[in-house]
C-alpha cells in the first residue's frame, strides 16, 4: 500500500491505494505548521479504512507550501547570489529585476566573480580562489547561511559551479549551497532567479521536511518519504530539503496525473474546475505539457519547469450576470463564501452552481431556492460555460488528433457530458485527484543542452540524448526496465555554425523500491 | 523635433520592437534590461534626433549586437562592448561621433543604440538602415544607398576590439564579422556604416524608433482598455511611412515545421480560420518573408508580416509560435526607400531565394 497527500492552501487531501485501487480518500483542512493538518488526514485514513502502517512502503507528497511562501514573502531565509561569470555579465548583476519587496524580505546580496562558459564549452575566464573566498567572508560576516550559485552555460558545463560550492562550504561548513545547473536550463537571468528563489527556501525545506517525517514516524509509518515535482515526478526527501523550488507547479501537475490515472486517458485535456477558477492543460503519455515560454513568479521572471496551464476565470462560485441575450459568468467569483452566498444555500448572489442547480446537472443545497429561476438564462449561462471551457481546450490542444477531456475538482457539474471535441470523462475520486496524482508520480530524467549536430549525425546525437536522460532517470532512482522517453524536443539555434541545436530530452520510470514492489 | 526617452518608455519601445522584428529580431528583454540598469546612473534621460536636426557633417556611428540572441539570454554582456567598439571606430576613423544609431529598429537591436547612449551620453538618431529585422548585416538601405559598412569595429566583454575593413564589399564584411563573433562565444557588439548626417537623411529608414514606441504603446493601451489590438495598431500607423496596415488573416495555428539552413531557422507556419475554410501559411527566415492565404500572396519581404496573439496583441515570434495559438496575421507597408528596385535586389523576395515578385501589400490586400 502507499499513502498520496496534497497539501493546498486550503485542503490537505489524503488518499490510501493499493496498486491500482483507491482503499481510502479523505480531506481534512490545512494548517499553518503543516504537519498537524497531515496527522490528521492520516488518522482519518485509518478510521475510513484500517491498515498496517508497516504495510506502507512509500508515502508521496505534493504541497503548495513554498510557492505560498514565496508569493507571502514569509519564512524566507537571508540569501546570496553569487554568480560565475566576469568579465561578460556585469551588466545585470543577480536580481536586477525583482520586486523590491522579496529583495528585502531575503535580504538578498549579489556578487559577481569570474568564471563562466560560452556556449561551445570554452572558458569565458578561469575562476578565481581568493574571489570565492573574499565572497565567503563576505557571507561570514553578514550572516549569510543560503547561497545560490550561477555560471553562465552551466547547464553546458556545471564544473565551475561546483568548484565555487566546494571554495565556499570549506570556508563555511554550514552553508546551504543551490547550483543553477541543477534547477534551470540555458536562459541565465530566469535560471539563477530560480536558484535564488530556491535557496532562500532551504530552511523553510528542512523544518516541514523534517516536520513530515516526524508525522509519518508518529503514525507508525517508516516507509520512505518522496516530494512530487513540477514535471510530476518524484523526488525523494534528501532532494526535496536541497530543491524545495522543485515542488512550485505539483499542485496543477498532481491534479492533472490524477485525473489522467482515475479516467485511464494517458494523452487527454484536463479541466480542473474549482470555486473560483478552471485550469486547463494537456497530458501527453501520462505527463503535463511544460510551458515553453518564461514563467512568471510573484513578480519574479523563471523558467521554471511548469505544465503549460491555461486558467480561466469560471469556477462554481463565479457570479452570474444578464439577461439570457447578454450573459456572463465571473471570472469575479464568491469563493470560500459560496456556501453562505450562493442562492441554493440560502444567499441572494446568482452563481454558477445555482444555474446548474436550476438546469438540473447537480442538486446542491436547496434546489427550491432557485426554482423561480429563468430556466432559459440557466441554459444560456451553462451553454457561456461550455464554450469558453471549449476554447480554451481548443487553445491547449498541441496537435489536430481527437483529445478526450477529463474534468475533475468540484465545480465539474458546471461542464456538460460532451464538447465538439469529443466526449468528456468524470471520473470516480475526482474530488482528491491531487492527492493520487501524488501517489501514483514517477521518476524522471532531464537533459537540455546546446548539441553541435554535424551533416548525417542527427539520429546518433539524438540517440545519445535519449541514452543519457535515462541514465539519469535510472541515477534518480527508476526501475532501469520501465524507464522510457516521453519528451523530445529540437531548436535549431540561428547564427551559429555547426548546426548547434538545442535538444530537449525527458525520460521517466516507475519508482524503484526495496523488494521490487511497485 | 529631439525628445527624450525615460526608463517608463523602454517596455513601449521593446514591445514596439517586437512587433518591427517581423517574427525575428530576437526578444528585446535583456536589451531593455541593460539599458533600464545604465539610465540608473547619468542623467536617466536619452536625447532622440529626428534625422532632420543633424548637421550635414555631423558623424553618426551606428552600433549592433551580432551573433545569436539565443546566446544573450545565456551570456549577457560585461556592459562595454558596445561603447568599446564605438571608440575603436572613432579612433580609427580620427573623429568623435555626434551620435549613434541603430542599424536594425526591430528586436534587440533597436535597444543597443540606447544602451550606448545611456552610458555615453550621445544622442540617439531616431532612424534606422533595416526599416524593421533583417538577418544579415548587408540588408541596409545604408548600403543599398552606397555607405559602406567599413571599416567596422567588433567589441568583446574583455575590453578587446577587432577592426575589419573590406572596403566596398560588405558581404564579405559580414562573413569575417561572423567568424569573430563566434570567437566571442556567438555574440559580439559592432559598430558600423559610419556616415555623415547627410547619408542618414539621404540613405536611412527615418523615425523608426519612435515608430516602436508608438506602436509598442498603442498595443498595451488597447489591452488595457480593451480595444482590438489591431485597430490600435491601425490607428497609431496613420500619418507614418508605414501607414497601410491589413489584417492578412485572423486564425488558429495549425502547424508549425522549423529547420535550420545554411546558419539560420527556415520554416513555415500554417494557421486555420477559426471557423469554416481558410488557410494562411508564412514562410520564414528568422524573420516572416511571405504570406499566403489559400495559395495567393497576401504579403511579401520587405513589408512587414507582423504575427499577433489575438486576445493580448503581444508580437508573436518564429520561435515562440506553436500549435492552438490564436492569432492575428497583420501586413503592414514599408517606407518607398525599401521598396525600390535596388532596395529589392538586396532585401526583396528574391534575396531570399523566393520566386516571386515583390508587390505591396495595399496593391495584394484591401483595407
Redesign the interface.
Known sequence: MRIGIDVGGTNTDAVLMDGQSVLAAVKTATTRDVTSGINTALAALQTQRAFDPAAVYAVMIGTTHFINALVEADRLAPTAAVRL????????PPM??WPERLVEAIAGRAYLCHG?H???G?R?SEPREDEIRQVAGELHRHGIRSVAISS??SPVNAEFEQRAADILTGELPGLAVSLSSEIGR????ERENATIINASLRELATRIVDGLVGSLEGAGIHAPLYLSQNDGTLMDVDFARRYPVATFASGPTNSMRGAAFLSGAQTCAVVDVGGTTSDIGVLRHGFPREA??EVSVAGIRTNFRMPDVLSLGIGGGSRVRGGQGDVTVGPDSVGYRLAEEARVFGGSTLTATDVAVAAGRAAIGDPGLVRDLDRSLAEAALRRIASDIADAI???????DPLPVVVVGGGSILLPDEFESGPVHRPEHFAVANAIGAAIAQIGGEVDRIFPVEPGRRQAVLDDAKQEAVDKAIAAGAKPGSVRVVEVDE???????G?A??IRVKAVGDLQLEGGRG | MSRTITRHDLADLARGAALLGTGGGGDPYVGRLLVERAMLTGSGTITLLDPGELGDDDLVIPVAQMGAPTVMVEKIPGGGEAVAALRALEERLGRRADATMPIECGGINSMMPLLVAARTGLPVVDADGMGRAFPELQMETFSVYGVPGSPLAIGGENGETVIIDTGADNARMEWLARGITIRMGGVAHIAEYAMSGADVKRTAVPNTLGLGLRIGRALREAREEHRDPVQALAAAMEGTLYDKVRVLFRGKVVDVERRTVAGFARGHARLAAFQGPGELELTFQNEHLVARADGRVRCVVPDLICVLDADSGEPITTEGLRYGQRAVVVGISTPALMRTPEALAVFGPRAFGLDIDFRPVEDLVSP
Open positions: 561569470g566576469l568579465p561578460a555579465t556585469a551588466s545585470l536586477v529585476d563562466g560560452e556556449f561551445d570554452r569565458i553562465v552555460f540555458i536562459g541565465l537571468l515553453t515560454t481548443e487553445r491547449v490542444r498541441t496537435s489536430p531548436v535549431p539555434l540561428a547564427y551559429l555554425p548546426n541545436t538545442r
